[in-house]
């Protein structure tokens, strides 16, 4: 999939990552973006790197137990954040809809 296409092609990697650690970018995952986010490693782990398995992860992307669409309203806060589009906004609680078949 995508994220093996970046995490094997060493030049997209290295540009893709010094995107990343600039300090004046703001990355945002929607959908299959999150999904490929979590993937490369850039949201849902501890920082922490084993050689053998990667980093160390803080989320689990599953099926819905449903195994159907879902749709639901969720709220989310706002953390610190050096981001332009945040500023101002740190601690803002925030609705916003979330819906996929995967979970």
């Given at each position: 999939?995508?994220?093996?296409?970046?995490?094997?092609?060493?030049?997209?990697?290295?540009?893709?990552?010094?995107?990343?650690?600039?300090p004046?970018?703001?990355?945002?995952?929607?959908?299959?973006?999150c999904?490929?986010?979590?993937?490369?490693g850039?949201?849902?782990?501890?920082?922490?790197?084993?050689?053998?398995?990667?980093?160390?992860?803080?989320?689990?992307?599953?099926?819905?137990r449903?195994?159907?669409?879902?749709s639901?309203?969720?709220?989310?806060?706002?953390?610190?954040?050096?981001a332009?589009?945040?500023?101002?906004?740190?601690?803002?609680?925030?609705?916003v809809?979330?819906?996929?078949?995967?979970?």
């Amino acid at each position: 999939g995508w994220a093996a296409s970046i995490l094997f092609n060493p030049a997209v990697r290295a540009e893709l990552e010094r995107f990343r650690c600039r300090p004046d970018t703001f990355s945002l995952g929607v959908c299959n973006g999150c999904q490929l986010m979590a993937h490369l490693g850039w949201v849902g782990h501890t920082g922490e790197r084993d050689v053998a398995t990667g980093p160390a992860p803080l989320l689990s992307l599953e099926r819905n137990r449903s195994g159907r669409f879902e749709s639901r309203f969720v709220t989310v806060q706002v953390e610190p954040s050096p981001a332009l589009l945040l500023r101002g906004m740190e601690g803002a609680r925030l609705g916003v809809w979330v819906a996929h078949g995967e979970g």
